[in-house]
């Protein structure tokens, strides 16, 4: 019996993942997240030196065979530092999809289903997102400081809203549709139908959505780490990386150059993974691939 059940699951599984890549923009941006993704994982064993290793005799080196991409102010390799800033980006990012996933999705459902509730929850979420992002995360580092916790924190709370705003929309219609209505009369707990019935159903919009806040909490963490309210200076990332080298700008361009790039890759392939999700998991769009 469990054969049968899994080799249809299997079937699906296989099928879902051939269609995605069916896109080569989705299958770039896959191999360039699986890469950033393996090096953060494998730094020690791939950077050649120490990230926080100072060597002033190599100062200001351009690239070349032994450091390829150069060394900063300090003599630090840029290469070893630009590998290990994406641990943090990628750890920044995780933790903030899943912090503001927990809030936003809470707060969706309790705002759909109940209608008490709606009014109040949604004028909260407007007045949020009246907010411009980077400005909204400013002012709560500022005002709880900066730290790795903090930005996690501030970056959650700007995004929140924006999972809110989608699952409160999709769950006003999910409550009013029969199959909720018989849920109901068949006397099963609100708690049930909102997990089992509502909540399964938002999977792929959730999913969809969180791709683009991946992407949107990586740029700002690297924002904030460049105006100085991110993580401690001495802790390499993307954004302290290209706010120490725009004073050697015209000098010693490899300092913005790379970490910079390396932002623009991770954030981009995010963008082609989530267009591709969306695409696939939109009926409407489902024809397209």
Known sequence: M??????PALSERSKFIRRLLKRKTVAFGLIVLTIFVLLAIFAP?????????LSII????????TFIFGTDEFGRDVFSRTIYSARLSLLVGAAVVTLSAVIGVTL????????????????????????????????????????????IIALSIVYAPRLARIVRASTLVIRELPYIEASRALGISTRHIMTRHVLRNLLSPILVQGTFLFASAMLAEAGLSFLGLGVSPEIPTWGTMISAGRQYIGQADW?????????ILSVLSLQMVGD???DLLDPRLRKDL
């Open 255 to 263: 300092m913005t150059l790379f970490p910079g790039f390396a932002i």
């Open 108 to 151: 969706g459902l309790i705002a759909g289903f109940f209608k008490q509730f709606d009014a109040p929850i949604a004028r909260l979420i407007d007045a949020m997102m009246a907010f411009p992002d980077i400005l909204l995360a400013i002012a709560l580092v500022a005002a709880l400081g900066p730290s790795l916790t903090t930005v």
């Open 45 to 53: 064993l791939i950077a050649p030196y120490s990230p926080s290793k």
């Open 58 to 65: 190599n100062r200001l080196k351009p690239p070349s065979g």
């Open 276 to 278: 591709g999700l969306r």
């Open 2 to 7: 469990t054969a049968i059940v899994s080799k």
